[in-house]
């Protein structure tokens, strides 16, 4: 079964940035789409970016559009997540979900806050 984590959340000022970075044990991350997610307190959790297996597509919700930028090295079996121009309302957790087909896996989330 695959097993991904993430890290590279923390707390940071409004403007500031941060890499999230999702890691794949057990298995390649090669097959997998990837897309991150975020849930916010007392919101549903919502899509936030994606990229296709090979890296070739990617997607970004609009209200990150410009800021973040998703992106893979399977060679290194990772998926990272640069967020820039962080902003209060990204406050979140944040997690990285893989899907093949029918499969589907999350990891635990790591927590973003940005304060103004």
């Known amino acids: 079964q695959l097993q991904i984590a993430e890290s590279g959340g923390g707390l940071v000022q409004s403007g500031w940035s941060l890499r999230l970075s999702c890691a794949a044990s057990s298995y390649t991350l090669d097959y997998y789409d990837i897309g991150w997610f975020r849930q916010a307190p007392g919101k549903e959790r919502e899509g936030v970016s994606c990229i296709s297996r090979g890296g070739g597509s990617t997607d970004y919700a609009d209200s990150v559009k410009g800021r973040f930028t998703i992106s893979r090295d399977n060679a290194k079996n990772m998926v990272y997540l640069q967020m820039n121009s962080l902003k209060p309302e990204d406050t979140a957790v944040y997690y990285c979900?893989?899907?093949?087909?029918?499969?589907?896996?999350w990891g635990q989330g790591t927590q973003v806050k940005v304060y103004s």
């Open positions: 979900h893989a899907r093949r087909g029918y499969l589907e896996y």
